[in-house]
């Protein structure tokens, strides 16, 4: 059960460039999330998606594009990369109820530099 | 717009001692309330989730409390150790859906052998 994976762990692009940032999961949750982490500022929230299929915005998706490709991977994807864009990027997963909540599952992050 | 703030940014304690972290919120409306820790270069990882419907959630040495109405949380940790120097983090569930997590910034916790 290796919980929630990332590719890559690290990466650097130039201005302009256009990357995809993987995650998967293997723990059958409904719900997951790409958070950006900066200092000073919080974790704060991209995109989700509640269910395979669906996708809603989160806090800060500009410059972000996302795919659910299954119910086991969400992908991010920048397509023209900007000097605001480093950051480290976070995937999470969570079950999700009716009435009740779940905690949130982390994978290790992504730590991007865009030069 | 929810504001979560966790004071102080930074703290060292001796090994042994027990000691409370903060965190307070803007919007009393919430549905939930994690507490996270994140270890240098790593992802974080869940210690304890509070329903909007609870007072209290323990696990181990660890015990948070949820306080709605003051907008305020606590997170004790009793006979700290070393192993417990990280960086706590709280992240509060708005009205609508657990999705909508709202972090503070975090308190780097030290604790000193």
């Known amino acids: 059960n290796a919980g929630v994976t990332q590719t890559p762990k690290f990466q650097v692009l130039k201005t302009g460039q256009s990357m995809t940032l993987q995650c998967a999961q293997d723990?059958?949750?409904?719900?997951m999330y790409w958070y950006r982490q900066d200092p000073g500022m919080g974790l704060r929230l991209i995109y989700y998606?509640?269910?395979?299929?669906?996708?809603d915005k989160g806090e800060v998706p500009n410059g972000y594009n996302v795919s659910r490709l299954n119910k086991r991977e969400f992908s991010l994807r920048l397509e023209s990369a900007a000097p605001s864009q480093t950051s480290v990027y976070f995937c999470?997963?969570?079950?999700?109820?009716?009435?009740?909540?779940?905690?949130?599952?982390f994978g290790p992050g992504t730590r991007l530099t865009v030069t | 717009k929810q504001e979560v703030t966790q004071i102080p940014a930074a703290l060292s304690v001796p090994e042994g001692e027990n000691l409370v972290l903060n965190c307070s919120f803007t919007?009393?409306?919430?549905?939930?309330l994690q507490w996270f820790r994140q270890d240098p270069g790593k992802g974080l990882t869940s210690l304890l989730l509070?329903?909007?419907?609870?007072r209290e959630q323990t696990s181990g040495r660890l015990n948070a409390s949820l306080d709605k109405s003051s907008g305020r949380s606590t997170l004790y940790i009793a006979a700290s150790q070393p192993g417990d120097s990280a960086t706590y983090l709280c992240?509060?569930?708005?009205?609508?859906?657990?999705?909508?997590?709202?972090f503070g910034t975090g308190t780097r916790l030290t604790i000193i052998p």
């Open positions: 919007d009393s409306a919430i549905y939930n």
């Open positions: 992240a509060v569930g708005a009205n609508f859906g657990n999705e909508k997590l709202t």
């Open positions: 723990m059958n949750h409904n719900s």
């Open positions: 509070i329903q909007s419907s609870q």
């Open positions: 998606s509640a269910s395979e299929g669906t996708t």
């Open positions: 999470a997963s969570s079950l999700t109820g009716t009435g009740f909540f779940y905690e949130q599952y």
